[in-house]
């Protein structure tokens, strides 16, 4: 199984800045995509935030171009998400998921993690 743990959420306050990172462990053989997804109250499904993939190829939702950016170290299975001009709006439990191979697998599944709470607010 893969375990994926999330850190970094808080309180911030409308302009403010905030990095999330999120480990991945167990029995990896290789991590393809790593990504962020977010879910705010009332949502029933979490939307994409950002992915990166093995390589450095990033994708982001148009509501946070230009604001997050995120970052994978390949070395210590993990990823970032540096949040910058935060608005009320990104408030939300953000988490992560990892497009990964186990060990004596063939197949690819994604884990989750149980998330980071974001609010932001004055």
């Known amino acids: 199984q893969v375990q994926v743990v999330e850190s970094g959420g808080g309180l911030v306050q409308p302009g403010g800045s905030l990095r999330l990172s999120c480990a991945a462990s167990?029995?990896?053989?290789?991590?393809?995509?790593m990504g962020w997804y977010r879910q705010a109250p009332g949502e029933q499904q979490p939307e994409l935030v950002a992915?990166?993939?093995?390589?450095?190829?990033?994708n982001y939702a148009d509501s946070v171009k230009g604001r997050f950016t995120i970052s994978r170290d390949n070395t210590k299975n993990t990823v970032y998400l540096q949040m910058t001009s935060l608005k009320s709006e990104d408030t939300a439990v953000y988490l992560c998921?990892?497009?990964?191979?186990?060990?004596?697998?063939?197949?690819?599944?994604?884990?989750w993690g149980q998330g980071t709470q974001v609010t932001v607010s004055s």
């Open positions: 998921n990892v497009d990964a191979r186990e060990i004596a697998t063939i197949g690819r599944s994604r884990s």
């Open positions: 167990g029995n990896i053989f290789s991590i393809y995509v």
């Open positions: 992915t990166i993939t093995s390589d450095g190829n990033t």
